[in-house]
């Protein structure tokens, strides 16, 4: 047979070879093509089937709060970047310190950790992290710089200028009071004004400053209004309580071996005048002072009974004994004001009953005992020890740019309000701040957050790293049990009094 004009004989047999490849070769395609959709019907949640991630996120938090986050916040991040989260929460800051110690020597894919900045320097220290700048671009850098409180920032930096971390939320401790309490003593202090003189010029030789008036307001508080109230809460019924007959102390200090009581002490000795420059030293007036206030209520057995324990009491047993209504005035941090109140979700755990009597203030100024022309002689400020939480990134990180945008996506606006309306956290972003008011809808909200950032701006600071390494935590919380719980209750709380015991105290360390 011959074949068409114009095509050889080779051409022409190969045509049908041709089309039987084309034909074989779509339906190979459309094989491979049927086999993509199906992966993608079995994991729509994975349209692109890159190859799945898992990595490891580490929480200072109890169970329940890490669920939260877990659950409320996570999802969106994994969703997108195609990764699998797994929370790891821990007790303590120590415990995060242990947790990556070890994940140095043996990495497990740890990406993201919570730290806190009162170790920052012993854990870069110990080479068990690296700068989280080493995951950003230039714009990255300037935009986080811009985006967080100055506070933050500060505590954000290593020795060499470099961003190590990112904030994740600031905690500080303000006073929370029963405004009904504090009430009851504006209107009726001065019929014990002649004890409350008496008590006093037991130690000053003339009992209250010239010219003092109780101040109404908490948020004006010094040390002489505190002392006042709580003499007053300590000699009478407490009609806004829920034992309204029942006479006791309804004020407390965290006490004891532990954090919160360390906070407390260290708030109170800066409020009095202390100085960074003064870490290590025991005999200088701002530390007698401050024992000496605390001693003058404990030998008026003007604090809750806990506080005098032997072992002292943390902040869950304060919280519980407020919660309770057998206390009107303590310092507390955020997170747990938002448990004392009751929450701000529905199914919140029940807080304080009349929660709406509940207010929130800066903690009182320091004013020395000691008078001089009927004034103290020595004038504080308002002062509060502030813990900042920080992102970190392990040393062994294998995706620093995903450690870097895990941690701007946690912290960006709209999740750090809803994490500030559910767990409390006081939100470290320059724009929650300036529009807190207006962002946060519920009132007492609102209070806690206010007296929280006026707490910030004008009076508050981190313990110097000297305070741990040197272990001088342990020195002053020594101090502070020897010199106004060791000692007998009738023994004198005159300024000198109470030098001399810290200098034996020291001397016998």
């Known amino acids: 047979m011959l074949a ?80 699998k989260l797994e929370v790891i929460s821990v007790h303590s800051f120590e415990d995060v310190l242990d947790v990556l110690e070890a994940e140095k020597q043996k990495p497990t894919g740890l990406l993201l950790a919570t730290i806190d900045s009162e170790l920052s320097d012993e854990l870069r220290g110990k080479g068990a992290l690296r700068p989280i700048a080493d995951g950003m671009a230039p714009l990255e850098l300037a935009d986080a710089v811009e985006q967080y409180l100055p506070e933050a920032i500060a505590h954000s930096r290593g020795p060499d200028h470099k961003l190590w971390f990112i904030p994740r939320r600031a905690e500080v401790d303000v006073a929370v009071y029963l405004g ?25 030789r003339t009992g209250l400053p010239r010219d003092y008036a109780f101040e109404k307001d908490p948020n004006g508080w010094n040390s002489y209004d505190l002392f006042v109230a709580a003499w007053y809460w300590a000699h009478h019924p407490a009609p806004w309580s829920d034992s309204k007959t029942e006479l006791a102390p309804r004020a407390a200090l965290r006490t004891g071996d532990n954090d919160d009581a360390l906070h407390d002490l260290f708030s109170a000795f800066y409020r009095h005048g202390f100085t960074d420059a003064d870490i290590g030293k025991t005999d200088v007036p701002a530390v007698i002072d401050a024992l000496q206030w605390e001693g003058l209520f404990r030998k008026h057995h003007l604090l809750a009974a806990a506080c005098e324990a032997p072992d002292g009491i943390d902040s869950d ?4 004994l407020f919660k309770a209504r057998k206390l009107a005035w303590i310092p507390i941090n955020q997170e747990d004001s938002l448990w004392l109140h009751g929450g701000a979700q529905r199914g919140a755990e029940r807080g304080i009953t009349r929660a709406h009597e509940l207010g929130w203030a800066m903690l009182p100024t320091g004013a020395s005992l000691e008078l001089a022309n009927g004034k103290p002689a020595r004038i504080g400020r308002t002062f509060s020890v502030a813990r900042i939480q920080l992102w970190a990134v392990p040393v062994h990180a294998s995706d620093p ?42 009132s007492w909200m609102q209070r806690i957050l206010a007296a929280s950032y006026h707490q910030l701006a004008n009076g508050s600071g981190q ?42 105290t020291t001397r016998g360390k």
């Open 463 to 504: 313990l110097p790293p000297r305070v741990a390494a040197e272990e001088l935590d342990v020195l002053y919380q020594k101090l502070r049990a020897r010199v106004v719980y060791a000692r007998p209750q009738v023994a004198p709380v005159t300024f000198a009094a109470v030098q001399a015991a810290v200098q034996e």
């Open 317 to 320: 047993g304060v919280n519980n």
């Open 4 to 83: 068409p004009a114009g095509l050889s004989p080779d051409v022409s047999s190969s045509r049908p070879m041709l089309k039987k490849l084309v034909q074989r070769t779509l339906i190979t395609l459309g094989v491979v093509v049927n086999l993509v959709f199906l992966g993608i019907n079995l994991r729509p949640d994975r349209p692109h089937l890159a190859r799945h991630r898992s990595f490891k996120l580490l929480l200072r938090a109890d169970p329940a709060r890490a669920k939260w986050i877990a659950d409320n916040e996570l999802g969106e991040f994994e969703a997108a970047n195609d990764v």
């Open 180 to 204: 009904p309490a504090v009430e009851d003593v504006y209107l009726h202090w001065e019929q014990d004004r002649g004890a409350i003189t008496a008590a006093l010029a037991e130690v000053n």
């Open 401 to 442: 740019k995903l450690a870097f945008a895990l941690a701007s996506f946690l912290t960006q606006r709209g999740l750090q309000q809803r994490e500030t309306e559910a767990q409390g956290l006081l939100p470290i972003r320059q724009d929650l701040r300036a529009d807190y008011s207006i962002l946060f809808r519920l």
